[in-house]
């Protein structure tokens, strides 16, 4: 998955003069890995057939004349297996090749290799630093990655930084970071405590099928709390997280059962006020 999402970037630009042209006549580095792109996705080229091990050669070929965006994806075919052996220690060694010159795609990999311990030893200072790096560089999921990080710390200042990070995610409508921000603002974490906006980011996470902010955003309507108190619409989000993930469903399939009597009642006499839902 992670091939596609540059790939598409790449082949829109990237044009080689002479489409037929032998991958061993090529000799600089970035018509080496230009080429191996078009080897990892043929879809919108006729002259070229997929051919994922030559991808992966093209790019050691290009890495290894120090072709920052080579080595990250060289790194790539080797976390995950695409034209070469998978191999752990090997992809960490090309992220951090490719982090060590700035690359941010690289230091969000290489971070995550710290942090789970895929290729290296695990090393959380590690990982939060190479985070840090990426984060700097505007990389969205590192943004994330860093607050969801402070917002798990039980203190004050972290809980700053958790939402200075979120924000800045936020800005490039990180669907889950929208659903931490609501969190900071329900429970007042790093800022003042305020149900109106935390049901707003819940609300805009939720519409964007987050399962967790779904939950959150159906709790906010059955207790009134930012918004006006709704059954109908509490069962409603409580039923869309429900259906997306397993472990949300096993409490919130039982909260539907509460609703059921009261939307029952509801749709035979809408006039009627809000009936009292009994906890």
């Known amino acids: 998955m992670k ?26 580095p970035e018509e080496q890995f230009a080429l191996a792109l078009r080897y990892i996705d043929d879809a919108n080229d006729s002259n070229v057939d997929k051919n994922y091990a030559e991808a992966a050669r093209l790019f050691r070929s290009a890495a290894e004349q120090g072709h920052a965006q080579a080595q990250y994806w060289l ?4 976390e995950t297996g695409v034209g070469v052996k998978q191999d752990n220690v090997e992809a960490a060694k090309w992220y951090r090749k490719a982090a060590e010159q700035g690359d941010a795609d690289s230091q969000f990999c290489l971070a995550s290799c710290y942090e789970h311990g895929h290729g290296v030893e695990k090393d959380f200072e590690e990982a939060l630093k190479w985070y840090r790096k990426a984060a700097e560089q505007n990389h969205v999921e590192a943004q994330f990655y860093l607050g969801r990080y402070y917002y798990g710390m039980d203190m004050e200042s972290a809980y700053t930084q958790a939402v200075k990070w979120l924000k800045k995610a936020v800005e490039q409508n990180h669907v889950k970071a929208q659903c931490y921000l609501g969190m900071c603002y329900y429970h007042g974490r790093g800022m003042e405590k305020d149900y109106a ?78 009936p009292v839902l009994n906890k």
Do not use: H
């Open 3 to 28: 091939f596609l999402i540059l790939t598409a970037v790449f082949l829109s630009v990237v044009a080689l003069p002479g489409c037929t042209e032998k991958a061993e006549k090529l000799t600089t």
């Open 75 to 78: 790194g790539m075919c080797y």
């Open 197 to 274: 906006e935390a049901f707003k980011w819940y609300k805009k996470a939720a519409e964007q099928n987050d399962a967790e902010a779904q939950f959150f955003l159906g709790m906010c309507y059955a207790t009134g709390t930012g918004v006006e108190k709704d059954y109908i619409e509490a069962a409603k989000w409580y039923k869309k997280a429900a259906e997306q993930d397993a472990f949300f469903a096993r409490g919130i399939l039982e909260e539907i059962e509460k609703y059921q009597e009261i939307l029952e009642e509801i749709e035979n006499n809408p006039d009627a006020p809000l």
